[in-house]
């Protein structure tokens, strides 16, 4: 293998490093909005923020890498808005601190659609 296609490789690996990276810390600042203005969401705390956005993106990873659809509210309209929904209320499965109802997950999935769509860049990985 070339000395380029080695660099090429090693740009690649660090570029998608830097999208999870940027996606994580997205979605815990998309969280940390949603949740201070959603009643009946509560997050106990910064690391069960941390591991909340986690989960969020390795479930929207998940839902978009089987399913092909963006679990986003404004990314796929109505699907991508129930997808939202439920990975927002799935959430409190697998993290401690992390609490919230159907209906704070349904007004939740809205704010966060909301912020993330205000938060400049792209999102794709």
């Not at 490093?17 to 997050?43: D, E, H, Y």
């Not at 089987?66 to 404004?74: D, E, K």
């Not at 799935?90 to 349904?106: E, K, L, N, R």
């Amino acid at each position: 293998m070339s000395d380029n296609s080695q660099n090429t490789n090693v740009q690649n690996g660090a570029s998608m490093a830097w999208q999870i990276i940027g996606r994580l810390i997205t979605a815990a600042v998309v969280l940390a909005v949603t949740a201070f203005f959603t009643p009946g969401f509560q997050i106990s705390n910064f690391w069960t923020l941390a591991i909340a956005a986690v989960v969020l993106t390795v479930l929207d990873y998940l839902v978009s890498k089987f399913t092909g659809i963006q679990a986003s509210p404004f990314g796929k309209g109505f699907v991508g808005f129930v997808l939202s929904v439920v990975i927002l209320y799935v959430t409190q499965y697998f993290v401690a601190g992390y609490s919230i109802s159907w209906m704070a997950a349904i007004i939740g999935a809205i704010i966060y659609g909301v912020v993330d769509y205000f938060i400049p860049g792209e999102q794709k990985m």
